[in-house]
């Protein structure tokens, strides 16, 4: 679930969609007996979230010479601890969510210039070399409808990737796999029979379609529907006001897909409605095993219990890691990266580790980014901070004020070589110039040059100073003209600006 902007309502959603009501694989027939939930966290039940006063907007960057802006981060580090090398990838939420990377300062590496709301920005490998990949789109109350997009090292566009068969793309995933494909979750529309849940004999639900795209041509090669193998007393969810499934324009959620695995002849699936993790067979669709919910087919040891989850991932060891919410909003819960020791012959669960750090809960988004050399990132969702643990489960690290929270946030190395040119404002202070210099997604430069001069064709070197930030600021004399060049650690120019007029004092 992401508590997003109400940016289209769920009609305008479901119009968008209609094709793909027919098509959802026979859950027009779903009619099963529903449970409720006991009234826990762990069980997923919640009481009202009482009403509250919308917080204010999270404090922006602004910069000089770019239009562009980032939320305003603060971080932490433990007294003598050093970070694992790389960037975090985050899509912090302000109006809309921003796909935004920050170093370990907190400052701004690459900020998306289009302004779409994105999620799960993060490197992925395409093609035998690193990319960057993204979802975009609107977003509205728990869901989105747009595509997803692979961008080079110069953040040029390779590929924009849909989904097919009349199914929008969601914003939940969006994972390549080494096969030159794409993995990504649709909410297409259907009809149930709501009734043991009190609700309408041709209620209207939200199905949870998993395709896997071709990326270079678009087929769609493989396209599961959860309503056709999760029946719907497995769901924790309840009918609610805006989500009865009385009309088109309030449908039910009852399996809320939020993640997708390849799992070699399987697909690792997590469903947040259902509370489980399904391991589901390529070839027939059939669930192989639950994990956890209703019906679950392991033993799970109470440490390794979790509701409401995010991020199922599979490990190269076989373990299993997940982010558990551990409950919705306006419950007590705390939340969790947890990785799982699964014995899939004797089919039980126990913890392996469990990430926490002071009672951090968030209710809805988040993940658990487990790095190579065994340090993890938490995202935990709606609360807006990002967590690093060293390989003994210690926090070292903290990026925090990430708006009103990041779907995700991974941790990546990555190096920047913008197609674009570098960026320069000018403002006039007394009788000299303070030149502002940024080059949005440029990892490599050292240092910055500013050349000055009566007009473009009299410029000179008027002076330089070290990279000091996203933007960065070098005061020289008074000119006409300026213009600005990035320089890598051993001097070499790597771009630059166009010239900039000054106006007159």
């Known amino acids: 679930m992401v508590e997003g902007d109400r940016r289209i309502s769920r009609r305008d959603l479901l119009a968008l969609a209609a094709g793909a009501v027919v098509g959802a694989g026979g859950a027009a027939a779903v009619a099963t007996a529903v449970t409720r939930p006991p009234d826990t966290a762990r069980a997923g039940s919640a009481s009202p979230t009482p009403a509250a006063e919308e917080p204010s907007p999270p404090e922006l960057r602004r910069f000089v010479s770019t239009a562009l802006t980032a939320p305003a981060v603060t971080v932490w580090t433990r007294s003598g601890a050093t970070p694992a090398p790389?960037?975090?990838?985050?899509?912090?939420?302000?109006?809309?969510?921003?796909?935004?990377?920050?170093?370990?300062?907190?400052?701004?590496?690459?900020?998306?210039?289009?302004?779409?709301?994105?999620?799960?920005?993060?490197?992925?490998?395409?093609?035998?070399?690193?990319?960057?990949?993204?979802?975009s789109g609107r977003v509205y109350e728990g869901h989105g409808i747009?595509?997803?997009?692979?961008?080079?090292?110069a953040y040029r566009p390779i590929a924009t990737v849909r989904t097919g068969g009349g199914v929008i793309a969601d914003l939940h995933e969006f994972a390549l796999t080494a096969r030159g494909t794409a993995l990504?979750?649709?909410?297409?529309?259907?009809?149930?029979?709501?009734?043991?849940?009190?609700?309408?004999?041709?209620?209207?639900v939200l199905g949870g379609r998993v395709q896997e795209i071709d990326i270079a041509t678009g087929a769609v090669l493989l396209d599961w529907e959860a309503l056709d193998h999760v029946d719907l007393d497995e769901s924790y969810q309840t009918l609610g006001k805006g989500a009865?499934?009385?009309?088109?324009?309030?449908?039910?959620?009852?399996?809320?897909?939020n993640s997708v695995e390849d799992d070699g002849d399987a697909l690792l699936v997590s469903a947040r409605h259902t509370s489980a993790v399904y391991r589901v067979d390529k070839a027939t669709g059939e669930v192989l095993w639950r994990l956890g919910g209703r019906?679950?087919?392991?033993?799970?040891?109470?440490?390794?219990?979790?509701?409401?989850?995010?991020?199922?991932?599979?490990?190269?060891?076989?373990?299993?890691?997940?982010?558990?919410?551990?409950?919705?909003s306006g419950s007590d819960g705390v939340s969790a990266g947890l990785i799982?020791?699964?014995?899939?012959?004797?089919?039980?669960?126990?913890?392996?580790?469990?990430?926490?750090?002071?009672?951090?809960?968030?209710?809805?988004?988040?993940?658990?980014?487990?790095?190579?050399?065994g340090s993890a990132v938490v995202g935990w969702g709606t609360e807006p901070v990002a967590t690093e643990f060293d390989p003994d489960g210690e926090a070292v690290f903290e990026l925090r004020d990430l708006g009103r929270g990041s779907y995700r946030v991974w941790k990546h190395e990555w190096v920047g070589r913008p197609a674009t040119p570098p960026d320069v404002g000018v403002r006039r202070s007394g009788d000299r110039l303070e030149v502002y210099a940024s080059w949005n997604g440029a990892t490599e430069v050292a240092r910055w040059?500013?050349?000055?001069?009566?007009?473009?064709?009299?410029?000179?070197?008027?002076?330089?100073?070290?990279?000091?930030?996203?933007e960065t600021r070098i005061e020289v004399p008074d000119a006409r003209a300026v213009q600005v060049q990035a320089l890598d650690a051993g001097g070499a120019v790597l771009g630059s600006s166009a010239v900039r007029p000054v106006p007159s004092a």
Not at 129 to 135: E, F, K, S
Not at 184 to 204: R, S, W
Not at 313 to 321: A, H, L, M, T, V
């Open 86 to 135: 790389g960037y975090l990838f985050t899509t912090p939420r302000t109006e809309a969510f921003n796909a935004v990377v920050y170093d370990s300062a907190g400052e701004p590496v690459w900020i998306e210039p289009t302004g779409l709301a994105a999620t799960d920005l993060r490197v992925q490998q395409f093609q035998g070399r690193p990319v960057l990949t993204y979802w």
């Open 146 to 153: 747009g595509s997803a997009t692979i961008l080079d090292d």
């Open 184 to 204: 990504l979750i649709g909410y297409p529309p259907a009809l149930a029979d709501l009734t043991a849940l009190d609700g309408p004999e041709e209620g209207h």
């Open 244 to 257: 009865d499934g009385s009309s088109a324009g309030a449908p039910f959620d009852p399996v809320h897909l």
């Open 295 to 328: 019906r679950s087919d392991y033993d799970v040891e109470e440490a390794a219990g979790f509701s409401w989850q995010h991020d199922a991932r599979r490990r190269p060891d076989g373990r299993i890691s997940l982010f558990d919410n551990h409950g919705k």
């Open 340 to 373: 799982l020791d699964v014995d899939e012959d004797a089919r039980t669960a126990t913890v392996a580790e469990a990430l926490r750090h002071e009672e951090r809960f968030g209710y809805a988004m988040g993940n658990l980014h487990v790095l190579a050399d």
């Open 449 to 470: 040059r500013v050349l000055a001069g009566a007009d473009a064709g009299a410029l000179t070197e008027a002076g330089s100073g070290p990279r000091t930030g996203f």
